[in-house]
């Protein structure tokens, strides 16, 4: 059974730094591409980052550029999320998924359509 289990996600300040890890079981990482989403109340599910595959090019939404960084271990059939100098505006439940493809380039891609494997969510909260 393909699974998802993140963990990381907690109550932090501005400016503060967390770090979300999403690891698999049932399947490996390294033939998917993974991506991050969050959604924030009242709001859509937007893609945040994701990587491709085991040659890891990565993408990232405009307003995470600079400040967080999507990483796999293969090893450890785990993806991760470091999220730096994090603001309000980043509070919301985080996702991880899995594409399992068919892939036609070496990207990855940023809308959830494409997405077939969900974890359960983790919130993550930027508050003083």
């Known amino acids: 059974q393909l699974q998802f289990v993140e963990s990381g996600g907690g109550l932090v300040q501005p400016g503060g730094s967390l770090r979300l890890s999403c690891a698999a079981s049932?399947?490996?990482?390294?033939?998917?591409?993974i991506g991050w989403f969050r959604q924030a109340p009242g709001k859509e599910r937007d893609g945040v980052a994701c990587i491709f595959g085991s040659g890891g090019s990565t993408n990232y939404a405009d307003s995470v550029k600079g400040r967080f960084s999507i990483s796999r271990d293969n090893a450890k059939n785990t993806v991760y999320l470091q999220m730096n100098s994090l603001k309000p505006e980043d509070t919301a439940v985080y996702y991880c998924a899995a594409d399992k493809g068919p892939f036609y380039s070496s990207n990855c891609e940023m809308e959830e359509g494409y997405y077939n494997y969900w974890g359960q969510g983790a919130q993550v909260t930027v508050s003083s």
């Open positions: 049932g399947f490996t990482l390294d033939y998917y591409a």
